[in-house]
């Protein structure tokens, strides 16, 4: 046979015939792939939601066998010779069914397989055994081969590798580790070809850089391929009939609610899309009790439900036996379901490529339009909405930013091969060197992390518990623990949630997992809403809450940590040009500024409508205190930092107690008494320089890295978690990497591990690059202090996220509609 088969008739033609027979004609793309594939290259296919991109990597990877097997109709040559990575676990039966398909259609013998935290010990037993053909997995399963003894054998054969969703996994410390596995496949497997798929984002050929290695010979032979398909995608926005003059957040968006039934009823199946888990909660709720109609038509998916009911929900959406689905990013990548016709995104989702890939969701085939709906939880989000469709129209997109140097993962990997056969450290060096992450990666640091695996570090030395690692006479590092071998492996991955406890009644049905703290609040008696039930908690027993089933009505749902999203940079820019446009003629104006006039006039009368020379600052007395009120635009998580930031510089100034509020659009600073503005513009408060000793001089910079030391300390394996059903309790967890901490603070400040809990905090969490430009567009603006004598309506979501944090709901409720009424008295 031809040894280039896509310019061999018939092995062309075995692809085309395939398609044709399923009345389809390939695009472009997939021939541009498929070709690429079958020449040896590596690449990144950028191809939007439900255009193919399956079929574009599978059948190049069949053909090859094909190829290099003549016989491949009568013999079989057993071994694993693909594996396809995918980020989320909901997407791997699809998968398996697209690659059954083309292997069962050409008469092959190959066999597909499912690795992943859902897989049963059975069948993982069994894959030890006689690995499949082709294999579907996570990037933790992924690691967690590497760490079997005789891994090397498992991949000897395998000549190709898929990393789907490249976008999800970049930007995160699971690319990292991924990078980390790509590194020691491409020494193991014989000419191995890696690609990714990604959906659009701002950098994509960095992406590329990041998946292959920026110095390796792999990139130079690699090729980036985009589908020219440019799908319809529809954005419309649920502008309410009555407009709110005054904003908050505590509404939800429920308020909408029966603008949103008939947007269900003229759609086969409609997905809506909440940002929290509890938000999808109260919204299946409310939706059911105000139209019973619904019941056993209407589901919720989110990820802390049990996985049955789960798969349920998504086999129900492809049946077409589901009206409507409130859902969270847990189907937020690319499950094929067709039957959605429609989307609707319930608030803000803070970021464009977010929203395009929830928009993906309805019109799930090539050639289909995609519709989506824009839900205001609040009317400034009106903005954001309008924001929103300029930036798909013109496919502005984010920049998904890698990280550098991220050492508890290369510690966490380095005891994988440790456990596994051993390694020697030049050789993984060097292989470790050809990643992004670690491109810049020093000699001395590299012995640091050496010397970390075998003793902890230097203040740990005389604790046996940190050394884990042992260096045989040859040099080879190597586990011989057992128990050490066993932890590891129970640990591998770098996703660190807070702690959960199993939700289960009484006669042992699991229902799902909630977060520590939340059931900790609970006493035996209470009644919560969970996974669309109403649930009276009995007691806790280890990690399981046991609960009954209960007639009472409740409001009490679980909320998850983490669970606000900031703005991301693209999408602070957007909503800042929108914003502007509230000054222009208003045939100018999209239909949402139009909208939003009774709010603009109001914030006028008050203070004004800053545009693009301004910056804003408003302050006023209220019974809560002296209110200073700053508006960036800049997104929550800039906020954050510029309000510590601003705090600590005003306290050089002048002592005070400031407490600090902020949301997408700017930042307070209430206090007992009145900060000196002018001061602070005389002094040139916000400066760039010195930005960042003086963020580390804040307290809150300190917790921050606190915070984020846990993470680090868990993923590097120096905290450990627990075994199943046997989970260490959070508080436990959080004092011990807090001991840590402080002992390296106190002792051992050049530790790498606590130097890098404020690398992240700064570049992650406070984004320092994007603050650093904020604070240079600041101090190019003309700045406008505007001394209100009440609220305005930009501060209103501000002060009201204030409150959030320490009244409860009904109490909320009613403090919000006396403020809403003396602010509309003028």
């Not at 999800?168 to 497997?189: A, D, H, I, Y």
């Not at 995104?345 to 929203?355: L, M, T």
């Not at 000054?583 to 109001?602: C, D, G, T, V």
């Not at 807090?738 to 700064?762: G, I, M, P, R, S």
């Amino acid at each position: 046979m031809n040894t280039h088969p896509l310019k061999d008739p018939e092995l062309f033609h075995i692809a085309e015939n395939w398609f044709h027979q399923q009345s389809w004609e390939p695009f472009p793309f997939q021939k541009q792939t498929w070709t690429a594939f079958m020449d040896g290259k590596h690449g990144l296919l950028n191809a939007p939601t439900g255009s193919g991109k399956t079929y574009a990597l599978w059948f190049p990877i069949v053909l090859n066998y094909i190829q290099n097997h003549p016989d491949y109709r009568t013999k079989h040559k057993k071994g694993l010779k693909a594996v396809w990575i995918t980020p989320l676990r909901a997407l791997s039966q699809e998968i398996k069914q697209s690659a059954e398909r083309i292997t069962q259609d050409l008469g092959t013998q190959m066999s597909v397989g499912i690795r992943t935290g859902d897989t049963s010990a059975k069948e993982r037993s069994k894959q030890r055994t006689a690995m499949p053909d082709l294999l579907i997995t996570t990037p933790e399963s992924l690691h967690l081969l590497l760490s079997s003894k005789g891994c090397a054998k498992l991949f000897k054969d395998c000549s190709a590798i898929v990393v789907d969703e490249w976008h999800e996994l970049l930007g995160t410390k699971r690319g990292v580790q991924m990078e980390l596995g790509l590194s020691r496949l491409k020494t193991v497997c014989k000419n191995l070809r890696i690609w990714g798929i990604s959906a659009t984002i701002g950098n994509l050929e960095q992406a590329r850089e990041v998946l292959l290695g920026p110095t390796s010979e792999e990139l130079e032979n690699s090729v980036l391929i985009k589908a020219e398909i440019n799908k319809k995608i529809t954005v419309k926005s649920i502008i309410p009939k009555e407009m709110e003059t005054f904003p908050w957040r505590g509404h939800l968006g429920l308020h909408l609610l029966e603008e949103v039934i008939p947007i269900i009823n003229q759609s086969k199946t409609t997905l809506l899309f909440t940002n929290t888990r509890s938000q999808c909660e109260i919204w299946f709720q409310k939706i059911l009790e105000q139209h019973p109609e619904y019941a056993g038509e209407i589901a919720m998916h989110h990820g802390s439900i049990n996985k049955e009911t789960r798969l349920w929900v998504e086999q129900a959406i492809r049946n077409e036996s589901l009206r409507a689905v409130v859902c969270t990013s847990s189907l937020d990548l690319g499950v094929d379901f067709a039957p959605v016709e429609t989307v609707v995104q319930i608030g803000g989702p803070k970021g464009v490529a977010r929203f395009l890939q929830r928009a993906g969701r309805s019109g799930h085939r090539p050639g289909k339009e995609s519709v989506i709906y824009f839900l205001p939880t609040h009317a400034m989000e009106l903005i954001e909405a309008s924001a929103m469709q300029k930036a798909v129209l013109h496919n502005a997109m984010e920049d998904r930013i890698p990280y550098l140097n991220s050492f508890d993962v290369l510690i966490q990997y380095l005891t994988t091969l440790a456990v596994s056969d051993g390694f020697y450290p030049d050789e993984i060096y060097q292989e470790v060197k050809q990643t992004f992450c670690y491109q810049a990666l020093s000699k001395e640091q590299w012995q640091w992390l050496l010397n970390f695996l075998v003793m902890g570090s230097q203040s740990l030395k005389s604790y046996d518990e940190y050394k884990k690692v042992e260096v045989e006479e040859d040099g080879k590092f190597i586990v011989n623990s057992r128990a050490v071998a066993m932890r590891h492996r129970f640990q591998i991955g770098t996703i660190v949630g807070d702690a959960t406890i199993h939700v289960r009644y009484q006669k042992g049905g699991y229902i799902g997992s909630i977060e520590e703290y939340f059931i900790s609040k609970l006493s035996p008696g209470d009644v919560f809403t969970f996974a669309g039930r109403n649930l009276e908690f009995i007691r806790i027993k280890g990690m399981s809450a046991h609960v009954r089933n209960s007639s009472k009505r409740t409001n009490k749902v679980p909320s998850w940590m983490g669970g606000r999203l900031s703005f991301s940079a693209k999408m602070s820019e957007l909503l800042r040009q929108e914003l502007y446009t509230a000054e222009l003629p208003q045939e100018e104006q999209s239909a949402e500024i139009q909208s939003l006039a009774p709010m603009f006039a109001k914030q006028r009368e008050e203070s004004l409508v800053p545009q693009p020379h301004q910056f804003l600052i408003e302050t006023f007395k209220t019974s809560d205190g002296y209110h200073h009120i700053f508006y960036p635009f800049e997104g929550r998580a800039i906020h954050e930092g510029m309000s510590s930031l601003l705090a600590y510089r005003i306290s050089l100034l002048t002592p005070i107690t400031c407490s600090l509020a902020f949301n997408d659009y700017g930042f307070e600073l209430l206090s007992d008494k009145k900060i000196d503005i002018q001061g602070i513009l005389d002094n040139d408060l916000f400066t760039s320089e010195y930005m960042l000793s003086d963020l580390q001089k804040s307290l809150n910079s300190n917790e921050m890295a606190r915070r984020k030391f846990r993470d680090i300390a868990v993923i590097s394996g120096m905290v450990f978690t627990g075994y199943p059903e046997k989970g260490v309790k959070m508080k436990h967890l959080q004092s011990s990497s807090e001991l840590l901490f402080d002992v390296f603070k106190d002792f051992e400040d050049d530790n790498l591990l606590y130097q890098q809990a404020y690398t992240e905090t700064f570049e992650h969490q406070l984004e320092e690059g994007r603050l650093r430009l904020a604070l240079e567009r600041i101090a190019q603006q003309e700045i406008v202090w505007k001394q209100c004598t009440k609220p305005t309506p930009f501060s209103f979501p501000i002060i009201t996220d204030r409150l959030r944090e320490k009244l409860s709901n009904e109490k909320l409720a009613d403090r919000i509609k006396r403020m809403v009424k003396s602010l509309q008295t003028k």
